[in-house]
């Protein structure tokens, strides 16, 4: 069993409190750290903790704690971190890890120094069709990737500190982009570098600083493309979407907003339906089991299973710290307006990912570029003469 302190008591602290005291059924949430007195001590009482307190430190400390879960605003990761270092205890973040990817190096750097266990919490990856999408293309499903784009977009975020660009670090891109670039690095390969970034984005409608819409495209080593869509001016809910391209195939996922779970409610006795719903009446989408859909319970299972087995869990602070230098190579190319190159001053992953693209020969002459049945009951074939380069068409 693992006693828990969770660092937060707000929206996704709930989420994962939930998730934790869910799915293995064993581990136990003991104690909580919240900035608001009132707010520690109501989610100590509605998940039985033993402590609460506005002392981050004293919580982290606590000898009834064996790991650490920050669920805190961006700003505040950081310290929380560094005070599980202090305090030699396992330490589970949530995204994005940094504000920058020198704040996330640097937690990444302590906790090695420090040698403990660290966590990524980046729950789209495990969600229940991410996983079985990605042991498809691992298995090679879809041949080689061309290409991974992932889409995220809702009204926008609960909580005031996210609307704040010094505290938040960013705006959507950093928040909602966070998903999408390590959504894409898993569907392309983790061991392939990304190597630069071109992206658009912009303050189209909310009154702030930071960005509330953008779009980014990211080359990898390999030649495949990511590409992030975000936005927080999306009305209707939240989006989720993936689309993957590769040589042999290609695959489409929709969690959230269009589940295959339509209901239309006139809102009179309506009560909670999926995170992001922005009304109770008219037509809604609900989620079957937000917690499992979302990836929190087989997260947090991963998480645990590589502490309990003094293994790596399949999300690092050092998956958080790559996330961090791929969106800010982002932000530096939405200034600029030009591909922008991923600085990368510890990479561990391989030397020389790119992949040599293969040509599908026809014969001893000739290389295939497409083949088909026409409607009119012939076979018809693009060719292209090795020597020459001549292209020709063939039909049978």
Known sequence: ?????????????????DALLGQRSKDKVTGIYSRREEQARKFAADYGCNHASTDME???????????????????????????CKHGKAVLCTKPLGRTASEALAMLQACEKAGIFHGYLEDLVYTP????????????????????????????????WFWDLEKAGGGCMLDLGCHCVEIARNFIGKDVRPLEVMCWADTQVKPIAAEDHAIGLVKYDSGAI?????????????DLR?????????????????????????????TYMAEKSESASGWQFPV????????????????????????????????????NAILDAAYASSRTKLWEPVALPVWRGS???????ELVSFDDDYYLIKEEQTHFGVTKRILKHKRTGAIIEQTA
């Open 129 to 160: 069709k991410f996983l079985k999408a990605e042991a498809s293309i691992r298995s090679g499903a879809l041949g080689r990737i061309l290409w991974a784009k992932s889409r995220e977009a809702h009204p926008g975020p609960h909580s005031d």
């Open 226 to 238: 990511g590409q992030f869509e975000v936005s927080w001016t999306f009305r209707g809910g939240m």
């Open 242 to 270: 993936d689309e993957v391209m590769g040589t042999e195939g290609t695959l489409w996922l929709n969690s959230f907003l269009r589940t295959g779970f339509d209901l239309f409610t006139t809102g009179r006795n309506a």
């Open 288 to 323: 079957g089991d937000e917690l499992n859909d979302l990836g929190y319970n087989h997260m947090f299972t991963d998480m645990f299973r590589a502490l309990e087995s003094g293994a790596a869990p399949s999300e690092t602070f050092y998956d958080g710290y790559v996330v």
């Open 1 to 17: 069993m693992q006693k828990i302190a969770m660092l937060g008591s707000g929206f996704i602290g709930r989420f994962y409190a």
């Open 58 to 84: 004293a919580v982290i400390a606590h000898p009834d704690v064996s790991v650490v879960c920050i669920a805190l605003p961006n700003y505040l990761h950081a310290e929380a971190v560094d005070l599980c």
């Open 351 to 357: 030397a020389d990912s790119h992949v040599a693209r």
